[in-house]
């Protein structure tokens, strides 16, 4: 993976002058090819190792980060994503991320041989004329699974680590949630400026959730799997910033002898059960996350006010994630002034949606009297 000096010295931190000279002369000798790492051992020595954390061949790879950026931006999704990967782009330019001193790309797999919405070949070809248009895309040699999550997060870590030389921040989010990019990657470097070099992440800390355990259930757990009551203090997955000292603190305990048995919910592994190992600790932004699409469009019709939340997801409208940007942009350019927060009395989670039955709810309509019966929906 990518492998230029800077990443590579990375990987030799702490070796002697003599490891040292062997690497200079094999970077000026060797055939600079796609890597094709083998299996590592597992910490107890000896046997293959977990698939769930396995690193894997590159299928598609773009170019390392820039001179000039400080900020990864790694944006999970999945081969068949093509308008959830525009909308992001359409949302954050690659010209505006560039004045942010960010750079970005997409992570995902091979598609399945049958998975809709074309087959396998088809979505190949699709995904290199992709890569050529864009060539962000950092694309597994391994098959797209919702349990093979972990692989995608663990690539964003070492792709900040190997290929981004001078960034210093993560952000990672998925392909299907409005983030106001600026505002996180601004906030970060606030609160980490003079410490750069700390291992920290930032996002929206989940404190005492528990595993799920009922048959049936999608983020279901055995007690084999996990054996505690409560997860470890994580963050979001959705959207949220690493150090790459944390990014590297992270990836040595999955390297090392102490690494905790891997779990396929990634933000609880990484973020929690990792963090929690490596001693890296997760500070809480002072804006949440809305849980329901509802909520990004009840913010949406307010042009003229802040959107409560930092992230939300898009509902399965990647067309929210483009005017979610514009939002933000525009009040990001008007100021506190001309764009104020609401009110906590007339937060959105509170005055802009109701039920309609259990589970299910919708914004009021623009005629709705001012005491309609709302429901409020969880800012997580």
């Known amino acids: 993976m990518c492998r230029g000096r800077a990443g590579r010295a990375l ?23 796609r890597p094709a790492p083998g299996p590592r051992s597992t910490g107890g020595g000896g046997e293959a190792e977990e698939p769930l954390l396995a690193e894997g061949r590159l299928a598609l ?14 944006v999970v999704s999945h081969a068949a994503h093509f308008a959830a990967r525009d ?24 598609p399945p041989l049958r998975s809709p919405p074309a087959p396998a070949p088809a979505v190949h070809d699709a995904l290199r004329d992709e890569q050529r248009r864009h060539g962000d895309l950092l694309q597994g040699d391994w098959a797209e699974g919702y349990r093979l999550l972990l692989r995608k997060h663990l690539l964003a870590l070492r ?8 960034a210093h921040l993560l952000l990672k989010m998925d392909d299907d949630v409005a983030a106001d990019v600026p505002w996180l990657l601004e906030h970060a470097r606030r609160h980490l400026r003079g410490r750069e070099g700390q ?7 989940l404190a005492g959730a528990a595993p799920q355990r009922a048959p049936g259930d999608k983020w279901r757990l055995s007690r084999e799997e996990f054996a505690a009551d409560a997860f470890p203090r994580f963050v979001s997955g959705w959207a949220y910033v690493a150090t790459a000292a944390a990014a590297s603190a992270l990836l040595r305990i999955v390297d090392s002898a102490a690494r905790p048995a891997p779990l396929w919910i990634d933000d609880v592994y990484i973020t929690g059960v990792l963090a929690e190992t490596a001693g890296v600790p997760r500070w809480d932004l002072p804006r949440p996350f809305a849980a329901d699409a509802a909520l990004l469009r009840c913010c949406l019709r307010a042009p003229a006010l802040r959107c409560d939340f930092a992230a939300a997801p898009d509902g399965g409208e990647p067309a929210l994630v483009a005017a979610a940007a514009a939002h933000a942009r525009r009040c990001a350019r008007a100021g506190p002034a001309r764009c104020p927060a609401r009110a906590p009395a007339r ?12 589970g299910h709810a919708r914004p009021l309509p623009a ?9 409020p929906v969880s800012l997580r």
Do not use: I, K, Y
Not at 347 to 358: G, I, K
């Open 199 to 205: 291992a920290v992440l930032l996002g929206h800390v």
């Open 347 to 358: 937060a959105l989670n509170r005055t802009c949606v109701r039920a309609l039955q259990p």
């Open 367 to 375: 005629d709705a009297p001012a005491d309609a019966s709302v429901r």
């Open 159 to 166: 792709w900040l680590v190997r290929c981004c030389a001078r």
């Open 61 to 74: 790879e773009p170019a390392p980060c820039g001179g000039g950026a400080t900020a990864l931006v790694a």
């Open 11 to 33: 990987a030799l931190a702490g070796a002697g002058a003599g490891a040292w000279l062997l690497f200079v002369l094999a970077d000026a000798w060797l055939p600079h090819a």
């Open 87 to 110: 909308a992001q782009r359409r949302a954050w330019p690659d010209a505006e991320l560039a004045a942010l001193g960010a750079c970005r790309v997409f992570l995902l797999a091979r």
